[in-house]
Nanobody, 127 residues
């Protein structure tokens, strides 16, 4: 059984920073597998924000490239998303997700190919 638990969300003003964490439990889960962060804004579909895989490296959606950084710590089984220069349009519920495969899809979309999901953490950016 693989479980993901996010933390680190909150409310910040535009230009501020937050770091989201995702703790992954389940001794069978291989940290070399593809993991990612997704978000869902009110009234919009869930979208991929960033993914990281053993062979595919880190990828970002254009709107966050240069501002967000995805990373992972294999020993502690934790996935991170460092978010800088936050904008009001970054306001959403953020989810971490994991696949049972090493490579990340080139077009993650809504994350339909990701088998494991956290419960989500709210990020609110005010102008």
């Amino acid at each position: 059984q693989v479980q993901l638990v996010e933390s680190g969300g909150g409310s910040v003003q535009a230009g501020g920073s937050l770091v989201l964490s995702c703790s992954i439990s389940g001794h069978l889960y291989d940290m070399r597998h593809c993991m990612g962060w997704f978000r869902r804004a009110l009234g919009r579909e869930r979208e991929a924000v960033a993914t990281i895989g053993q062979n595919t490296g880190a990828r970002y959606v254009d709107s966050v490239s240069g501002r967000f950084t995805i990373s992972k710590h294999s020993t502690t089984k934790t996935l991170y998303l460092a978010m800088n220069n936050l904008k009001p349009e970054d306001t959403a519920v953020y989810y971490c997700a994991a696949r049972s495969a090493t490579d990340c899809p080139l077009q993650p979309g809504r994350g339909d190919s990701f088998a494991y999901w956290g419960q989500g953490t709210q990020v609110t950016v005010s102008s």
